[in-house]
């Protein structure tokens, strides 16, 4: 429960809504304590003919005897432990009868004169009572959705922001549809538990215990007689509530990976349909489904044990007090067992009132019962949320940072390992310098570590050992913001929105003109294609991940993006390996007049690309075997002959 109370812990900060939901849930109990109050008045004054003022008054009456009664008793009784007890109820009837004898004027003159209008005078009371205790409870179930909504709020703001902040690589070990599973299904339990705590779970607990404290009035005693069987049912639900988070956090995380089997699925739809594999897919999901089933029904058995405990503790109190109170009401005693009850004889309105009392506690001890699961539930995707949030980001930002130099003039790998596992190097000791205004390709087989080698740049992975640099300054000295404003990337896959045209290209430069938008566009040999074709030209909405558009036309808007933030650094990562030859064409003119005098890593294994580079350096297994230009490598490195026998040897 720390994480779920980590979560209300938000919502504390908001002091005039805690302060309104106080003031609300104890208002409501004590008004729902009081409508069960009217009980004695009826019992004791409406029902047996009389008005209020001739109740106190045949009450006063009997009072004057009864103590006269019991002061001649005292007078003859010699000094024994009898003599104490019988002083303590002359006390408390002098007590009694000085409480009536100051509300008897009162009575006689606000309160009515005949029972069938103190009849009509308590009945209002009731529904008035009623109606205004309802308005607070309106007001009540505001305040806490307010206080909810606010708390949850900004826990996935800090939830959202804690995550960007962590690495790619983190991205990569944790499944997107966990995360979006977290995002949205664990907060939404957060909230309704959230939601259930300040709302019933403060409510009625003080309902119960204004109506046990009313009853505790009557007969304090009878009251700690009946509540004899509450330690075994505590013991009871602190197992349940135990049990109920554990299997609540596994259906949890089962209904994750049920959100990661259907992304998966519809991700790969067309591969599904391509090999007949529909059936398949069925069978996969029917069994991640029947497993999240079996997780639900685990809780089911829990919860359904809850409301019982509470039901049968709550009637084997109220039995208990049944049978207490009837003794003790019937035979006009004090004692029970030996043990003292009350000082003096209950009347028949008392024990009625001390029973509705005690069943006015029990019904908000069954709506407890009701919200047990709903917390409990909450508590564990707290858990689960919290799990992520508490992770300190993995490329944590140095406390001084050094300013980033105005013009970068070299970027330095010294002695460079780094792997994704502890056992496993996809870098092995490399040592490589770029200046400023070169473009350098990197080729070599897949897995050789040329993707990973470029994104160390930006800071995507800081290296196992050695160092990346600029200018003789360690890129972990410097602040990441400030170092990837100098850098842009386009990759393989050119990553787009589902928004506008103009929207994706300001993405890297949000303050930019429509003007430059349009400017970069022109360079990257898009602005044609998106007046003329486009219908809502810039305007237009081109789908989730650019899929109104074909793969030249996104590869044509990532660089226009990138050319609008005018990079001193650009990486490409194989920015024409999966389009057609009229797009590849394009781009390279776009790429031979946008790389002049900047600097430029190149990750491909097209030969046209390659003619871009001034320096192609050769990866294999993690470190570089060798580099040079075209013409030298051809002629001398085997890795780089291979390749150019294959998938280059349209210009070999």
Known sequence: MRNFFRAVKIGLQYRLTCIGIVICSLLIAVFWSANIGTVYPLVEVVFQGKSVTQYLTDSIDELQIEIAEKQDLIKTTSANDNTSFLTTQLSSLEGELNFKQNLLPYARQYLPETAFQTLVLVVCLMIGATVFKDLILMSNIMLTQRFTQLSVFNLRKEFYRRTLKMSVSSFNADRSTELMSRFTNDTEVVTLGIFQL????????????????????????????????????????????????????????????????????????????????????????????????????????????????????????????????????????????????????????????????????????????????????????????????????????????????????????????????????VINNLSLTIAKGQTVALVGPNGCGKSTLARMIPRFFDPTSGSVSVNDTKITQVRKRDLRARIAMVTQNAIMFDDSILNNLRYGKRDATLAQIQDAARKAKAHQFIESKLEEGYDTIIGEGGSKLSGGQRQRLALARAILTDPEIIILDEVTSQIDLESEQIIHQVLAEFLADRTAIMITHRMASLQLADRIVVMDQGQIVDQGTHEELIQRNLIYQRMAATELKDIA
């Not at 069943?359 to 001890?365: F, V, Y």
Request: net charge positive; hydrophobic share 45%.
């Open 198 to 425: 300040l709302g019933k779970a403060v409510r009625e607990p003080l309902k119960m215990t204004s109506c046990l404290i009313a009853a505790a009035f009557i007969s304090w005693r009878l009251l700690l007689l009946c509540m004899i069987v509450t330690p075994f049912a505590a013991i009871l639900i602190s197992y349940l509530s135990k049990a109920l988070r554990r299997s609540n956090r596994k259906a949890m995380q089962e209904m994750a990976s049920m959100y990661g089997l259907i992304g998966e699925t519809f991700k790969g739809i067309v591969a599904v349909k391509a090999f007949n594999m529909e059936s398949y897919e069925r069978k996969r999901f029917h069994h991640s489904a029947k497993r999240y089933y079996l997780k639900a029904m685990n809780i089911a058995k829990y919860n359904s044990m809850t409301r019982p405990t509470t039901e049968i503790m709550g009637m084997t109190i109220v039995g208990l007090a049944i049978l207490a109170g009837g003794y003790l009401v019937l035979n006009q005693e004090t004692h029970l067992l030996g043990i003292q009850i009350c000082v003096n004889p209950m009347s028949f309105g008392d024990m009625m009132t001390f029973f509705a009392f005690l069943i006015g506690a029990s019904d908000p001890l069954r709506k407890i019962a009701d919200v047990f699961n709903v917390v409990q539930r909450g508590a564990a995707a707290a858990d689960r949320i919290y799990e992520m949030l508490d992770r300190q980001p993995d490329l944590p930002e140095v406390s001084n940072p050094s300013p980033l130099p105005k013009s970068i003039q070299t970027i330095e790998f010294a002695n460079v390992d780094f792997g994704y596992a502890a056992d496993c190097n």
